[in-house]
């Protein structure tokens, strides 16, 4: 009998412990095959997960037994956390374990994208060079604006003033204390008005949903860098681009979506438009990062099916 079940891709060793000890499904394409996996979660007691499968309705009301969802990542917005909570089911993210990740993304392509450098190929390979055309920007000494100020921020400010960078953050939900120490604390719109980029670091909620929208859009510096790492439905994703092809933004980079993955009015709506950089929700997933997200999340669903956690 099954006892775990891992509904996407999970690193091959964290795997193998998991093995080792239990009977274990894994199928990394596990969420797109609904009615599989909803047989397959009806008596387990432990269930791992990315951010593509929907742990709530049908699904989690089928799984009469579950005990224990590991998340592999950060985010809860997929997972009915009040549902877990009034059936007595544990929930672990691996929370810490893919920040570098992030953070790493963020600064590099806060850089590629003021560089403005590294969109030549087709100009180079039409003949052209056009390099009076593409003279950048440095990053020291530009300020980077956080829109959230949780622990993945902290340590994208910490990596953002090593490199010259001042550092504002907006959050009202975390007090003033050691947190704020060097980082200037803004509220929204004055953030917005003054940074020279700025990365969205919020959970999706009704509270958050929509909160970059045109008039923010309209607040920020027509030169402003603009990244979301976080969740997709924060921002109004039209009005990015409306504000990339009249040119009152200058550039952008997406790694999450209102829906993923783009399907064909996502994939339109984005065509075309200059200065963005799309990725698929990648963030966070690299070799390194995906090692310390998987050993942890297998560890602490161990612990929980054995009474440890």
């Known amino acids: 009998m099954t006892e775990i079940v891992i509904t996407e891709f999970m690193d091959e060793a964290a795997v193998a412990t998991l093995k080792a000890r239990y009977s274990v499904h894994h199928d990394p394409e596990l969420f797109g095959k609904p009615d599989e996996l909803a047989t397959l979660v009806a008596d387990i007691p432990a269930l791992i997960v990315r951010n593509q499968t929907q742990v709530r309705g049908a699904l989690l009301a089928g799984a009469k037994n579950l005990k224990v969802v590991g998340r592999l990542g950060v985010g809860l917005d997929n997972i009915d956390m009040e549902a877990c909570s009034a059936r007595g089911i544990k929930v672990f993210p691996a929370t810490g374990a893919n920040s570098l990740s992030v953070v790493e993304y963020v600064i590099g392509t806060a850089m590629t994208l003021l560089r403005g450098a590294y969109f030549a190929n087709a100009a180079m390979l039409a003949g052209e060079f056009p390099k009076t055309r593409l003279i950048g920007r440095e990053i020291a000494g530009k300020r980077m604006g956080l829109v959230g100020f949780g622990s993945i921020a902290r340590d994208a400010a910490r990596h953002a003033r090593a490199l010259g960078m001042t550092v504002a ?5 975390v007090p003033a204390g050691d947190a704020w120490q060097g980082i200037e604390q803004l509220e929204l719109d004055a953030l917005l008005s003054t940074s020279d980029v700025i990365s969205i670091h919020l959970p999706l909620t009704p509270e958050t ?28 994703e039209a009005a990015l681009v409306a504000a990339l092809k009249g040119g009152r933004l200058g550039g952008a980079a997406l790694d999450v979506f209102e829906q993923e993955p783009l399907k064909a009015d996502g994939a339109k709506l ?11 929700h990648i963030a966070g997933n690299t070799v390194e990062s995906n090692g310390r997200v998987s050993g942890l999340v297998a560890e602490r669903v161990m612990a929980a099916l054995e009474g440890r956690a």
């Open 169 to 173: 953050a907006y959050d009202p939900y």
């Open 209 to 236: 949903r929509g909160l970059i929208g045109e008039a923010a859009f309209a607040k920020m510096k027509p030169d402003a860098i603009l990244i979301n790492a976080a969740r997709g439905g924060i921002m109004d």
């Open 270 to 280: 984005f065509a075309g438009t200059p200065n963005l950089i799309l990725t698929p």
